[in-house]
């Protein structure tokens, strides 16, 4: 079983910085079934990448994700505010069907 | 837009059986195009996908090796809404339960409000 590992567990930083979070699999993964998502405290996660690199819907073109095999980066280049929160990444698996998401990077104000 | 209402209890008594809904606007529980999946959320487990149906000419379902004996997910055509049903519930089933709209198996690109769900007697 795949196995998502995120990297920093926090991330302290300020507005205007920048910010690289990792996500590590146990195995090489497809790079089409990784997604990253942002959740703040009382509300549901929300779709920020899909596909590794695309942004989904609506989100700002200071979100990027790359990545390839088992190496996948969420890169927020200056953070506003709003940014500050819980940042997972997730992966489908295919036998059997699964899906598998990482514990989360909190990014916090600094 | 896509929007998805979640319904049902918010606490449950162990041994008895969880079951919630999502009601879903803007689009159609039978689509060829997405899969409708329950995932939960507790501080010691994280986030735990649960199961999901789809339609593809026929109903399909798949679910989490870790909860598929005690677990249902059900299409309702008529209500265009899904449901989930898990079974003998303990303590460590209490969590926040989202549905949730995936798309090329890959994704969850709307979610449901979330429902604490709390096992206890």
């Known amino acids: 079983e795949i196995v998502l590992t995120q990297s920093p567990g926090t991330l302290s930083l300020s507005p205007g910085e920048g910010a690289t979070l990792s996500c590590r699999a146990s195995q090489s993964v497809t790079s089409s079934f990784l997604a990253w998502y942002q959740q703040k405290p009382g509300q549901a996660p929300r779709l920020l990448i899909y596909g590794a690199s695309s942004r989904a819907t609506g989100i700002p073109d200071r979100f990027s994700g790359s990545g390839s095999g088992t190496d996948f980066t969420l890169t927020i280049s200056r953070l506003e505010p709003e940014d500050f929160a819980v940042y997972y990444c997730?992966?489908?698996?295919?036998?059997?069907?699964?899906?598998?998401f990482g514990q989360g990077t909190k990014l916090e104000i600094k | 837009q896509v929007q998805l209402q979640q319904s049902g209890p918010g606490l449950v008594k162990p041994s008895q059986t969880l079951s919630l809904t999502c009601a879903i606007s803007?689009?159609?529980?039978?689509?060829?195009?997405?899969?409708w999946n329950w995932i939960r959320q507790s501080p010691s487990r994280g986030l735990e996908w649960l199961g999901r149906t789809y339609y593809r000419s026929k109903w399909y379902n798949d679910y989490a090796v870790s909860v598929k004996s005690r677990i249902s997910i059900n299409p309702d055509t008529s209500k265009n809404q899904f449901s989930l049903q898990l079974n003998s519930v303990t303590p460590e089933d209490t969590a926040v339960y989202y549905c949730?709209?995936?798309?090329?198996?890959?994704?969850?690109?709307?979610w449901g409000q979330g429902t604490l769900v709390t096992v206890s007697s």
């Open positions: 949730a709209r995936g798309r090329s198996w890959s994704y969850y690109d709307f």
């Open positions: 803007g689009d159609s529980v039978s689509s060829n195009s997405a899969a």
């Open positions: 997730q992966q489908f698996g295919n036998s059997p069907p699964m899906y598998i």
